[in-house]
Protein backbone atom coordinates (compact mmCIF):
# COMPACT_ATOMS: atom_id res chain seq x y z
CA UNK A 1 0.00 0.00 0.00
CA UNK A 2 2.55 2.28 0.57
CA UNK A 3 4.18 1.85 -2.40
CA UNK A 4 1.03 2.63 -4.44
CA UNK A 5 0.76 5.94 -2.50
CA UNK A 6 4.10 7.03 -3.58
CA UNK A 7 3.53 5.60 -7.14
CA UNK A 8 0.43 7.71 -7.22
CA UNK A 9 1.86 10.81 -5.66
CA UNK A 10 4.86 10.92 -8.32
CA UNK A 11 2.56 10.34 -10.97
CA UNK A 12 0.25 13.42 -9.80
CA UNK A 13 3.59 15.57 -9.89
CA UNK A 14 4.50 14.07 -12.96
CA UNK A 15 1.34 14.61 -14.44
CA UNK A 16 0.71 18.44 -13.21
CA UNK A 17 4.58 19.10 -14.30
CA UNK A 18 3.86 18.12 -17.87
CA UNK A 19 -0.08 20.38 -17.85
CA UNK A 20 2.62 23.16 -17.08
CA UNK A 21 4.81 22.51 -19.14
CA UNK A 22 2.29 21.78 -21.75
CA UNK A 23 1.00 25.70 -20.69
CA UNK A 24 4.32 27.19 -21.88
CA UNK A 25 4.72 25.42 -25.22
CA UNK A 26 1.59 26.78 -25.80
CA UNK A 27 1.65 30.57 -24.87
CA UNK A 28 5.26 30.80 -26.74
CA UNK A 29 3.60 29.53 -29.59
CA UNK A 30 0.79 32.28 -29.49
CA UNK A 31 3.62 34.99 -29.24
CA UNK A 32 5.92 33.87 -32.05
CA UNK A 33 2.91 34.19 -34.45
CA UNK A 34 1.91 37.36 -33.18
CA UNK A 35 5.15 38.39 -33.40
CA UNK A 36 5.23 37.05 -37.45
CA UNK A 37 1.94 38.93 -38.09
CA UNK A 38 3.52 42.04 -36.57
CA UNK A 39 6.62 41.75 -39.03
CA UNK A 40 4.34 41.03 -42.15
CA UNK A 41 2.13 43.45 -41.40
CA UNK A 42 5.31 45.94 -41.24
CA UNK A 43 6.55 44.33 -44.51
CA UNK A 44 3.54 45.04 -45.96
CA UNK A 45 2.95 48.80 -45.03
CA UNK A 46 6.37 49.50 -45.87
CA UNK A 47 6.38 48.02 -49.78
CA UNK A 48 2.72 50.13 -50.23
CA UNK A 49 4.38 53.05 -48.54
CA UNK A 50 7.18 52.44 -51.49
CA UNK A 51 4.70 51.91 -54.31
CA UNK A 52 2.81 54.78 -53.12
CA UNK A 53 6.46 57.05 -52.85
CA UNK A 54 7.54 56.03 -56.47
CA UNK A 55 3.37 56.33 -58.03
CA UNK A 56 3.83 60.26 -56.57
CA UNK A 57 7.00 61.14 -57.47
CA UNK A 58 6.35 59.17 -60.74
CA UNK A 59 3.05 61.48 -61.20
CA UNK A 60 4.65 64.65 -59.88
CA UNK A 61 7.88 64.16 -62.73
CA UNK A 62 4.89 63.44 -65.04
CA UNK A 63 3.18 66.49 -64.17
CA UNK A 64 6.09 68.61 -64.04
CA UNK A 65 6.94 67.51 -67.78
CA UNK A 66 3.67 67.64 -68.97
CA UNK A 67 1.41 70.37 -67.31
CA UNK A 68 2.18 74.06 -68.02
CA UNK A 69 2.03 77.43 -65.83
CA UNK A 70 -1.13 77.83 -66.88
CA UNK A 71 -2.38 73.94 -66.89
CA UNK A 72 -1.17 74.35 -63.25
CA UNK A 73 -3.35 77.35 -63.11
CA UNK A 74 -6.60 75.64 -64.35
CA UNK A 75 -5.92 72.38 -61.85
CA UNK A 76 -5.87 75.04 -58.64
CA UNK A 77 -9.13 76.27 -60.03
CA UNK A 78 -10.44 73.02 -60.48
CA UNK A 79 -9.78 71.28 -57.09
CA UNK A 80 -10.21 74.59 -55.37
CA UNK A 81 -13.42 75.45 -57.10
CA UNK A 82 -15.32 71.79 -56.19
CA UNK A 83 -13.85 71.81 -52.95
CA UNK A 84 -15.30 75.06 -51.95
CA UNK A 85 -18.58 74.59 -53.89
CA UNK A 86 -19.11 71.69 -52.27
CA UNK A 87 -18.42 72.81 -48.86
CA UNK A 88 -20.10 75.60 -48.77
CA UNK A 89 -22.87 75.41 -51.77
CA UNK A 90 -21.11 77.85 -53.53
CA UNK A 91 -22.75 77.32 -57.13
CA UNK A 92 -20.76 79.55 -58.87
CA UNK A 93 -17.33 77.84 -57.39
CA UNK A 94 -18.86 74.54 -58.59
CA UNK A 95 -19.24 75.71 -62.38
CA UNK A 96 -15.93 77.25 -62.12
CA UNK A 97 -14.29 74.12 -61.11
CA UNK A 98 -16.15 71.87 -63.38
CA UNK A 99 -15.51 74.23 -66.56
CA UNK A 100 -11.60 74.01 -65.11
CA UNK A 101 -12.03 70.11 -64.98
CA UNK A 102 -13.44 70.23 -68.66
CA UNK A 103 -11.12 71.92 -69.81
CA UNK A 104 -8.01 69.81 -68.55
CA UNK A 105 -10.11 67.00 -69.95
CA UNK A 106 -10.88 68.65 -73.34
CA UNK A 107 -6.60 68.93 -73.33
CA UNK A 108 -5.48 64.92 -72.18
CA UNK A 109 -6.48 63.57 -76.39
CA UNK A 110 -3.77 66.43 -77.93
CA UNK A 111 -1.24 64.81 -76.27
CA UNK A 112 -1.60 61.36 -78.09
CA UNK A 113 0.66 60.34 -80.50
CA UNK A 114 4.06 61.34 -79.34
CA UNK A 115 5.54 58.42 -80.84
CA UNK A 116 3.98 57.95 -83.65
CA UNK A 117 6.71 59.86 -85.71
CA UNK A 118 9.57 59.13 -87.38
CA UNK A 119 11.81 61.44 -87.40
CA UNK A 120 15.00 62.01 -90.21
CA UNK A 121 17.59 64.63 -89.84
CA UNK A 122 19.98 65.25 -92.64
CA UNK A 123 22.24 67.85 -92.93
CA UNK A 124 24.03 68.64 -96.32
CA UNK A 125 27.19 69.36 -94.91
CA UNK A 126 29.06 68.28 -91.39
CA UNK A 127 32.02 70.69 -91.69
CA UNK A 128 31.12 74.44 -92.36
CA UNK A 129 33.77 77.49 -92.12
CA UNK A 130 32.78 80.30 -89.33
CA UNK A 131 29.89 82.88 -90.36
CA UNK A 132 28.23 80.31 -93.10
CA UNK A 133 25.38 78.69 -92.48
CA UNK A 134 24.05 75.03 -93.47
CA UNK A 135 21.32 73.25 -95.20
CA UNK A 136 19.31 69.96 -94.51
CA UNK A 137 15.86 68.86 -94.33
CA UNK A 138 13.48 67.18 -91.74
CA UNK A 139 11.55 64.11 -92.90
CA UNK A 140 8.54 63.42 -90.13
CA UNK A 141 7.13 59.76 -91.04
CA UNK A 142 3.77 58.41 -89.54
CA UNK A 143 4.54 54.87 -88.65
CA UNK A 144 1.46 54.55 -86.68
CA UNK A 145 -1.59 52.78 -87.50
CA UNK A 146 -3.78 56.26 -86.74
CA UNK A 147 -3.33 59.55 -87.86
CA UNK A 148 -1.27 61.87 -86.45
CA UNK A 149 -2.59 65.30 -85.15
CA UNK A 150 -0.91 68.14 -86.20
CA UNK A 151 2.45 68.85 -83.90
CA UNK A 152 5.97 70.54 -83.73
CA UNK A 153 9.27 69.38 -83.88
CA UNK A 154 11.95 71.40 -81.89
CA UNK A 155 15.56 70.83 -83.18
CA UNK A 156 18.29 72.72 -80.79
CA UNK A 157 20.77 73.95 -82.65
CA UNK A 158 23.71 74.66 -80.08
CA UNK A 159 22.43 76.78 -77.85
CA UNK A 160 19.25 78.06 -80.06
CA UNK A 161 16.00 76.87 -81.11
CA UNK A 162 14.82 75.67 -84.26
CA UNK A 163 10.89 75.05 -84.36
CA UNK A 164 8.70 73.29 -87.39
CA UNK A 165 5.00 72.96 -87.39
CA UNK A 166 3.73 69.19 -88.45
CA UNK A 167 0.75 68.88 -90.43
CA UNK A 168 -2.07 66.31 -90.18
CA UNK A 169 -0.38 62.78 -91.31
CA UNK A 170 -2.68 60.08 -92.40
CA UNK A 171 -0.77 56.49 -91.65
CA UNK A 172 2.00 55.96 -93.96
CA UNK A 173 2.64 59.33 -94.88
CA UNK A 174 5.48 61.78 -94.43
CA UNK A 175 6.32 64.88 -94.74
CA UNK A 176 9.53 67.23 -96.06
CA UNK A 177 10.56 70.11 -94.66
CA UNK A 178 13.70 72.47 -95.67
CA UNK A 179 16.49 73.14 -92.61
CA UNK A 180 18.28 76.63 -92.79
CA UNK A 181 20.52 76.88 -89.96
CA UNK A 182 21.79 80.29 -89.67
CA UNK A 183 25.87 81.63 -90.10
CA UNK A 184 27.49 80.40 -86.99
CA UNK A 185 30.91 81.46 -84.96
CA UNK A 186 33.53 78.80 -84.44
CA UNK A 187 33.05 75.89 -81.96
CA UNK A 188 31.76 72.26 -82.19
CA UNK A 189 27.96 72.92 -82.54
CA UNK A 190 25.79 70.02 -81.12
CA UNK A 191 22.16 69.43 -83.90
CA UNK A 192 19.66 67.78 -82.72
CA UNK A 193 18.10 65.80 -80.77
CA UNK A 194 14.70 66.28 -82.47
CA UNK A 195 12.17 66.85 -79.89
CA UNK A 196 8.50 65.84 -81.06
CA UNK A 197 5.77 68.59 -79.32
CA UNK A 198 2.40 67.54 -77.99
CA UNK A 199 0.52 70.76 -76.71
CA UNK A 200 -2.95 71.56 -76.70
CA UNK A 201 -4.23 74.70 -78.63
CA UNK A 202 -4.46 76.71 -75.19
CA UNK A 203 -1.46 75.41 -73.91
CA UNK A 204 -2.69 73.55 -70.57
CA UNK A 205 0.15 70.22 -71.34
CA UNK A 206 2.59 69.62 -73.18
CA UNK A 207 4.67 66.34 -73.91
CA UNK A 208 7.62 65.74 -75.85
CA UNK A 209 9.85 62.50 -77.01
CA UNK A 210 13.23 63.03 -77.93
CA UNK A 211 14.73 60.92 -80.69
CA UNK A 212 18.23 59.88 -81.00
CA UNK A 213 19.35 61.36 -83.95
CA UNK A 214 22.53 64.09 -83.08
CA UNK A 215 25.22 65.98 -85.07
CA UNK A 216 28.15 67.71 -84.51
CA UNK A 217 28.81 70.35 -86.48
CA UNK A 218 32.29 71.16 -86.94
CA UNK A 219 32.72 74.93 -87.91
CA UNK A 220 36.01 75.80 -88.96
CA UNK A 221 37.99 78.88 -88.34
CA UNK A 222 38.56 81.52 -90.88
CA UNK A 223 41.71 81.03 -93.00
CA UNK A 224 44.23 82.31 -95.31
CA UNK A 225 45.69 81.16 -98.27
CA UNK A 226 49.43 81.15 -97.68
CA UNK A 227 52.59 81.02 -100.46
CA UNK A 228 54.29 77.97 -99.81
CA UNK A 229 57.69 79.01 -99.77
CA UNK A 230 56.72 81.51 -96.44
CA UNK A 231 55.33 78.37 -94.58
CA UNK A 232 58.26 78.30 -92.66
CA UNK A 233 60.47 81.02 -94.39
CA UNK A 234 62.58 77.32 -95.70
CA UNK A 235 63.16 76.89 -99.30
CA UNK A 236 65.16 73.66 -99.03
CA UNK A 237 63.68 70.19 -99.87
CA UNK A 238 65.64 67.51 -97.98
CA UNK A 239 66.49 69.89 -94.46
CA UNK A 240 68.28 73.10 -93.46
CA UNK A 241 71.90 73.11 -92.27
CA UNK A 242 72.00 73.08 -88.53
CA UNK A 243 75.35 74.93 -86.40
CA UNK A 244 75.91 71.53 -85.36
CA UNK A 245 78.93 70.24 -87.20
CA UNK A 246 78.92 66.24 -87.83
CA UNK A 247 81.16 64.04 -89.69
CA UNK A 248 79.17 62.75 -92.81
CA UNK A 249 76.09 65.00 -94.35
CA UNK A 250 75.13 67.06 -97.13
CA UNK A 251 75.94 70.27 -96.34
CA UNK A 252 79.94 70.77 -96.59
CA UNK A 253 81.46 72.93 -94.07
CA UNK A 254 85.20 73.22 -93.89
CA UNK A 255 88.47 70.53 -93.70
CA UNK A 256 90.07 70.15 -90.53
CA UNK A 257 92.96 68.05 -89.24
CA UNK A 258 92.45 64.13 -88.71
CA UNK A 259 92.16 63.16 -85.05
CA UNK A 260 92.23 59.72 -83.89
CA UNK A 261 88.50 57.72 -84.60
CA UNK A 262 87.89 60.01 -87.37
CA UNK A 263 86.20 57.51 -90.15
CA UNK A 264 88.67 56.92 -93.41
CA UNK A 265 86.55 57.43 -96.03
CA UNK A 266 86.15 61.18 -94.91
CA UNK A 267 90.03 61.88 -95.69
CA UNK A 268 90.71 64.45 -98.90
CA UNK A 269 93.48 63.44 -100.37
CA UNK A 270 93.89 66.38 -102.13
CA UNK A 271 94.57 68.40 -98.91
CA UNK A 272 96.49 65.83 -97.46
CA UNK A 273 99.28 65.78 -100.38
CA UNK A 274 99.40 69.33 -100.29
CA UNK A 275 99.54 69.41 -96.12
CA UNK A 276 101.30 66.26 -95.41
CA UNK A 277 99.09 65.59 -93.07
CA UNK A 278 95.90 63.65 -92.48
CA UNK A 279 92.81 66.02 -93.82
CA UNK A 280 89.33 65.11 -93.15
CA UNK A 281 86.32 66.94 -94.34
CA UNK A 282 83.24 68.15 -91.78
CA UNK A 283 79.61 68.93 -92.59
CA UNK A 284 77.08 70.81 -90.75
CA UNK A 285 74.48 68.83 -89.96
CA UNK A 286 71.37 69.03 -91.78
CA UNK A 287 67.67 67.98 -90.71
CA UNK A 288 64.17 67.84 -91.95
CA UNK A 289 62.92 71.38 -91.66
CA UNK A 290 59.84 70.77 -88.97
CA UNK A 291 57.87 73.51 -87.61
CA UNK A 292 55.82 74.61 -84.33
CA UNK A 293 52.78 76.69 -84.16
CA UNK A 294 52.22 77.67 -80.71
CA UNK A 295 48.58 79.59 -79.55
CA UNK A 296 48.40 81.58 -76.89
CA UNK A 297 45.28 80.49 -74.70
CA UNK A 298 45.20 82.24 -71.46
CA UNK A 299 42.38 84.32 -71.38
CA UNK A 300 44.52 87.92 -70.44
CA UNK A 301 46.65 87.49 -72.92
CA UNK A 302 43.63 88.77 -75.19
CA UNK A 303 41.71 91.86 -75.33
CA UNK A 304 38.57 90.57 -76.25
CA UNK A 305 37.39 87.25 -77.96
CA UNK A 306 37.41 89.03 -81.29
CA UNK A 307 41.13 89.18 -80.99
CA UNK A 308 41.33 85.44 -79.74
CA UNK A 309 39.20 84.50 -82.87
CA UNK A 310 41.97 86.22 -85.16
CA UNK A 311 44.58 84.57 -83.38
CA UNK A 312 42.79 80.90 -83.56
CA UNK A 313 42.70 81.73 -87.64
CA UNK A 314 46.42 83.14 -88.18
CA UNK A 315 47.60 80.13 -86.22
CA UNK A 316 45.00 77.82 -88.79
CA UNK A 317 46.34 79.41 -91.89
CA UNK A 318 50.22 78.42 -90.59
CA UNK A 319 49.27 74.75 -89.82
CA UNK A 320 46.99 74.44 -92.85
CA UNK A 321 49.67 75.39 -95.18
CA UNK A 322 52.12 73.28 -93.60
CA UNK A 323 50.01 69.97 -93.54
CA UNK A 324 49.50 70.86 -97.83
CA UNK A 325 53.13 71.15 -97.90
CA UNK A 326 53.96 67.83 -96.30
CA UNK A 327 56.25 69.37 -93.46
CA UNK A 328 55.82 67.85 -90.27
CA UNK A 329 54.45 70.30 -87.66
CA UNK A 330 53.45 70.50 -84.33
CA UNK A 331 50.16 72.80 -83.19
CA UNK A 332 49.99 73.14 -79.61
CA UNK A 333 47.79 75.54 -77.08
CA UNK A 334 47.44 75.94 -73.44
CA UNK A 335 44.97 73.26 -71.90
CA UNK A 336 43.00 74.02 -68.82
CA UNK A 337 43.92 73.45 -65.72
CA UNK A 338 42.36 72.73 -62.85
CA UNK A 339 41.94 75.45 -59.84
CA UNK A 340 43.60 72.72 -56.94
CA UNK A 341 46.74 72.25 -58.71
CA UNK A 342 47.27 75.26 -60.49
CA UNK A 343 51.15 75.76 -60.31
CA UNK A 344 52.04 72.57 -59.78
CA UNK A 345 50.57 71.24 -63.18
CA UNK A 346 51.97 71.33 -66.38
CA UNK A 347 50.16 70.36 -69.42
CA UNK A 348 49.68 72.09 -72.83
CA UNK A 349 47.10 70.57 -75.99
CA UNK A 350 48.56 69.18 -79.05
CA UNK A 351 45.98 69.37 -82.30
CA UNK A 352 46.05 66.50 -84.49
CA UNK A 353 48.04 67.46 -87.62
CA UNK A 354 47.21 64.15 -89.96
CA UNK A 355 44.96 65.94 -92.31
CA UNK A 356 43.78 69.31 -92.63
CA UNK A 357 40.48 68.38 -91.94
CA UNK A 358 41.32 66.33 -88.72
CA UNK A 359 43.71 69.59 -87.88
CA UNK A 360 40.77 71.75 -88.65
CA UNK A 361 38.21 70.09 -86.38
CA UNK A 362 40.91 70.56 -83.96
CA UNK A 363 40.93 74.26 -84.13
CA UNK A 364 36.87 74.07 -84.01
CA UNK A 365 36.83 73.05 -80.92
CA UNK A 366 39.47 75.32 -79.08
CA UNK A 367 38.43 77.96 -76.49
CA UNK A 368 40.25 80.47 -74.15
CA UNK A 369 41.03 79.50 -70.54
CA UNK A 370 41.28 81.34 -67.03
CA UNK A 371 43.57 78.65 -65.51
CA UNK A 372 45.96 77.34 -68.54
CA UNK A 373 50.19 78.47 -68.89
CA UNK A 374 51.24 81.62 -69.99
CA UNK A 375 52.96 81.46 -73.46
CA UNK A 376 56.07 81.37 -72.41
CA UNK A 377 55.56 78.84 -70.41
CA UNK A 378 53.56 76.23 -73.33
CA UNK A 379 56.73 77.43 -75.46
CA UNK A 380 59.07 75.79 -73.10
CA UNK A 381 56.90 72.37 -72.26
CA UNK A 382 56.63 72.10 -76.63
CA UNK A 383 60.22 72.47 -77.09
CA UNK A 384 60.95 69.64 -74.29
CA UNK A 385 58.40 67.51 -75.19
CA UNK A 386 58.85 67.37 -79.04
CA UNK A 387 61.39 67.13 -81.49
CA UNK A 388 63.56 69.69 -82.38
CA UNK A 389 62.00 72.36 -84.61
CA UNK A 390 63.83 74.62 -87.62
CA UNK A 391 60.77 77.12 -87.07
CA UNK A 392 58.53 78.48 -84.32
CA UNK A 393 55.56 80.82 -85.51
CA UNK A 394 54.08 82.17 -81.51
CA UNK A 395 50.52 83.26 -81.82
CA UNK A 396 49.57 85.67 -79.21
CA UNK A 397 46.96 88.59 -78.47
CA UNK A 398 47.98 92.49 -78.24
CA UNK A 399 48.52 92.11 -73.96
CA UNK A 400 51.70 89.79 -74.70
CA UNK A 401 54.69 92.30 -74.40
CA UNK A 402 57.61 92.11 -76.26
CA UNK A 403 59.30 90.91 -72.92
CA UNK A 404 57.58 87.58 -72.65
CA UNK A 405 57.59 87.36 -76.37
CA UNK A 406 61.61 87.41 -76.43
CA UNK A 407 61.25 85.11 -73.19
CA UNK A 408 59.15 82.54 -75.19
CA UNK A 409 61.56 82.77 -78.16
CA UNK A 410 64.20 82.09 -75.64
CA UNK A 411 62.85 78.50 -74.47
CA UNK A 412 63.74 77.05 -78.32
CA UNK A 413 67.11 75.98 -79.11
CA UNK A 414 69.44 78.58 -80.44
CA UNK A 415 69.29 77.02 -83.66
CA UNK A 416 65.31 77.56 -83.76
CA UNK A 417 63.98 80.26 -85.86
CA UNK A 418 61.51 82.08 -84.12
CA UNK A 419 58.85 84.38 -85.42
CA UNK A 420 56.10 85.92 -83.16
CA UNK A 421 53.09 86.94 -84.64
CA UNK A 422 50.76 89.62 -83.03
CA UNK A 423 47.03 89.92 -83.43
CA UNK A 424 45.52 93.40 -82.22
CA UNK A 425 42.73 94.61 -84.69
CA UNK A 426 43.37 98.28 -83.55
CA UNK A 427 47.36 98.20 -85.35
CA UNK A 428 48.41 98.63 -89.09
CA UNK A 429 50.47 95.65 -90.12
CA UNK A 430 54.20 95.71 -89.73
CA UNK A 431 57.05 93.27 -89.51
CA UNK A 432 60.15 94.61 -87.21
CA UNK A 433 63.30 92.18 -86.01
CA UNK A 434 63.44 92.96 -82.05
CA UNK A 435 66.61 91.09 -80.51
CA UNK A 436 66.32 88.41 -83.00
CA UNK A 437 63.09 87.73 -82.72
CA UNK A 438 60.78 88.55 -86.02
CA UNK A 439 57.81 90.14 -85.01
CA UNK A 440 54.60 90.25 -87.19
CA UNK A 441 51.41 92.42 -85.96
CA UNK A 442 48.57 91.87 -88.09
CA UNK A 443 45.24 93.80 -87.67
CA UNK A 444 43.35 91.34 -90.15
CA UNK A 445 43.98 87.94 -91.34
CA UNK A 446 44.99 89.04 -94.72
CA UNK A 447 47.67 90.70 -93.76
CA UNK A 448 49.48 87.90 -92.74
CA UNK A 449 49.92 86.63 -96.10
CA UNK A 450 51.49 89.70 -97.21
CA UNK A 451 53.95 90.07 -94.19
CA UNK A 452 55.22 86.48 -94.90
CA UNK A 453 55.71 86.76 -98.14
CA UNK A 454 57.72 90.04 -97.24
CA UNK A 455 60.14 88.19 -94.67
CA UNK A 456 60.98 85.18 -97.29
CA UNK A 457 62.04 87.87 -99.83
CA UNK A 458 64.53 89.81 -97.27
Known sequence: ????????????????????????????????????????????ATELWRAVTTAVVTAARWAGRTVRPAGAVVVAAATFGLILGV???????????AAALLLLAMSVPFLFGARAYDVDLALQHDRV????????????????????LPGRLDIPVGRGLVEFGVPF??????????????????GVVRIGPVTTVRSDPVG?????????????LFVHPRTVVLPSTSAGLIRDLEGSATRRLVDADMSFHAIREYVPGDARRQVHWKSTAKTGRLMVRQYEESRRSRMAVVLAAATPEYADADEYELAVSAAASLGLR????????????????????????????????????????????????????????????????????????????????????RHAALAFPVDTAVAAVICDERAHPRMQSVAGLSVLTIGTLDDLSGLLVRGAAS
Open 87 to 97: LFGWVEWMVAG
Open 129 to 148: VAGHGVTGQIVVRNDGARAA
Open 322 to 405: AVRDARDVDVVTGSEIPRVVKGRLRAIRRLPVVSPRAMLDGFSGLDRHDNTLPVEDVCRVASEAGERVSIAFVVVGSAVPLARL
Open 204 to 216: LLRREHAFDDVHD
Open 1 to 44: MPDTGLTESRLTRTSAGTLRTGSRTSVTSTSVRRQRRIVRAVVR
Open 169 to 186: LRPGHAATEPLQIPPLPR
